[in-house]
């Protein structure tokens, strides 16, 4: 069967990159021809209101003595082929897709059925004309729908009216729709009057094998440390709770991410490390501290005890969801709270009889929509 995934743009994202590689591998082992459905990654400009734009940043900085990027689409638009020249590599050797310039370019010969996922998909805030997550473009073809682990990021329904109204719409028209966090199955229920299955995401339908065999082969060097840090917003609170942990369990720390997301950084700064040093972090680390969803996942994969900080503005429904599949809720700490491993103890033993309950439950859903 010939498969079009549609997800959120991957980028120099780790877990978003990791998501799309760990589905359509999956897919292929199962026989399918599949092919993720890209759109150029590009940060357009009105130019109707670009003046008032520019000016508007430009008193801003005056105002709060700041030194922000004014033309600032311009600069990543230059910056972004430097700074993901790496992760862009990986996606390009490992991902099958194709690049669009919109949905319309789809036609309904390419392909035999979609699916939207995984990851924060159907969250308005990451994928703008939310509607074409819903397959909008396709509405009248004779295709295959599947939603599979899909995510709202959060428990809060973000949808305008108008946008609630024509995905109700849309998702009836669905073969089959899972999603990833608990959370999502009520809001499925309560605002599109859909059953929805709880699924896992694809990273974690791969062994720990299937990962390492990825850095392996590409002779990525050993981490040059034992505990591994990957926060996606630094503040000065994480910063002391990293110091805390090394301190208190006598590691090393280590990152394995750069500052992509500090425009102020000089580029060399700010080119996103190989995907395959990233899991190679994972593979090397005695303890993990984190506030992001996808190494709580990767900390899971490789049995590696793990903090994960609280990331409200980023979705806190996700890591809820997933610590209390695997009863790892203790595992959780508020950036306000004193960091200490004294109580993490992990039941491994039980992560991994749960989680291989969950890839069968996941692969039949998968299994059975094809047939």
């Known amino acids: 069967m010939k498969i079009g995934i549609i997800t959120l743009p991957t980028r120099t994202n780790y877990g978003g990159i990791l998501q799309a590689y760990a589905l359509s591998l999956v897919l292929r082992r199962m026989g399918h021809d599949v092919q993720h459905i890209y759109t150029p990654v590009k940060w357009r400009i009105n130019y109707i209101k670009y003046p008032y734009i520019i000016f508007k940043r430009i008193i801003k900085n005056i105002l709060r003595k700041q030194h922000n990027k004014i033309f600032l689409e311009f600069y990543l638009n230059k910056t972004y082929p430097r700074v993901s020249k790496y992760t862009q590599k990986f996606i390009d050797i490992n991902i099958p897709y194709i690049e669009i310039k919109s949905f319309t370019d789809i036609k309904e010969k390419d392909f035999d059925t979609f699916i939207v996922g995984s990851d924060q998909v159907w969250r308005p805030l990451y994928f703008h004309n939310i509607e074409q997550a819903f397959l909008k473009f396709a509405e009248n073809w004779n295709v295959k729908r ?24 849309l998702i009836n028209l669905f073969d089959i729709v899972s999603v990833r966090e608990a959370s999502a199955i009520k809001l499925c229920n309560e605002q599109f009057e859909t059953v929805a299955q709880h699924v896992l995401d694809p990273t974690l339908l791969l062994t720990a094998e299937d990962y390492i065999s990825l850095f392996r082969t590409t002779n990525v ?25 090394a301190k208190q369990k006598k590691l090393i720390p280590f990152r394995v991410n750069s500052k992509i997301e500090n425009l102020q950084a000089p580029i060399s700064e700010r080119i996103q490390p190989p995907v395959e040093q990233w899991l190679r972090g994972f593979y090397d680390a005695e303890f993990v501290i984190t506030d992001s ?57 039980f992560v991994n009889k749960k989680r291989d309950e969950m890839i069968r439950k996941s692969l039949n859903i998968l299994t059975f929509t094809f047939q």
């Open 146 to 169: 599947i939603a599979y682990a899909v995510s709202f990021g959060t428990d809060k329904w973000e949808y305008t009216h108008a946008q609630t109204k024509e995905c109700k719409r």
């Open 221 to 245: 060097p050993k981490s040059k440390g034992t505990l591994l840090n990957y926060i996606l917003d630094e503040t000065k609170e994480k910063e002391t709770i990293i110091n805390d942990i």
């Open 293 to 349: 969803f996808h190494a709580c996942v990767f900390s899971i994969i490789f049995n590696k005890p793990f903090i994960v900080i609280g990331n409200n503005e980023r979705g806190m429904a996700r890591f809820h969801s997933l610590l209390s599949m695997f009863k790892l809720e203790k595992c959780l700490l508020l950036p306000t709270n004193k960091a200490t491993i004294n109580d993490i103890s992990i039941d491994w033993n």
